[in-house]
């Protein structure tokens, strides 16, 4: 097992969602298909101010292309630009408050993250989906209202996942000291990025959603895991 031998006890941990805490199957089978089949009728909510200004940034990204079509090309190819992960947010919200959307997270999730917080680390969310599709996912799950647990939800707003630029505008931002933070994800890309800009990293590999472990960072098949290789509790 590889030990956390002369790093820094992290002080923050900063979580993906998507293959890290939750299933990807959930967003892929579950979410998407529901956001897909409720847009058309959210695209005519013109007096929503959220809606105008996904349509407004989506023209302004695919000049001469109807909203709806772009919409679905970037549904299709799952691209990660705002005013989809906009839009998506704002179906998944009905879905949620309609009680037809749950989010079951992996079961070692929320005992990890409440032995995390009781120890005093500060958790936050990096996810492409937007703050408020995150809020969602945590505030609707098969264990309850788990937003309580974090303190920061940070989107696309502060650039792609894949950019370092974006992890050293998070840090910057929250105040926080890269070094002291660890990053969770089960993306190898996402992990070289934020360790460029000084944060910790580790891979959650789960082998529901076949992950394929990566071979320069450190690996966990769950958040417990993770908690034992960086000296961290673990939870029940």
């Not at 772009?70 to 990660?80: G, I």
């Amino acid at each position: 097992m590889i030990q956390n031998t002369g790093l820094t006890t992290p002080r923050v941990v900063l979580l993906d969602i998507e293959g890290t805490t939750l299933p990807v199957a959930f967003v892929h089978k579950v979410l998407f298909p529901y956001a897909r089949k409720h847009l058309p009728a959210l695209l005519a909510q013109h007096d929503n101010p959220v809606v105008a200004q996904a349509l407004a940034q989506t023209a302004e990204l695919a000049p001469g292309v109807p909203a709806a079509e772009q919409l679905e090309r970037w549904m299709d190819t799952d691209a990660k630009v705002a005013p989809l992960k906009s839009l998506q947010g704002l179906c998944w919200e009905q879905g949620y408050r309609e009680g037809e959307l749950v989010a079951d997270l992996y079961p070692d999730v929320v005992p990890t993250l409440k032995a995390w917080k009781a120890a005093g680390l500060t958790l936050a969310v990096y996810s492409s989906g937007s703050q408020a599709a995150q809020k969602l996912i945590y505030g609707y799950t098969e264990q309850g209202d788990v937003t309580p647990l974090f303190s920061a939800f940070f989107d696309l707003e502060m650039g792609g996942k894949r950019e370092s630029a974006s992890y050293s505008a998070i840090v910057r931002k929250a105040g926080w000291a890269p070094a002291d933070v660890l990053f969770l994800s089960d993306v190898v890309v996402e992990l070289e990025a934020a360790e460029q800009a000084g944060l910790q990293v580790c891979q959650i590999a789960r082998p529901e959603d076949k992950t394929v472990p990566g071979v320069r960072h450190r690996v966990a098949a769950s958040l417990q895991q993770a908690a034992s290789l960086f000296g961290l509790p673990q939870g029940a």
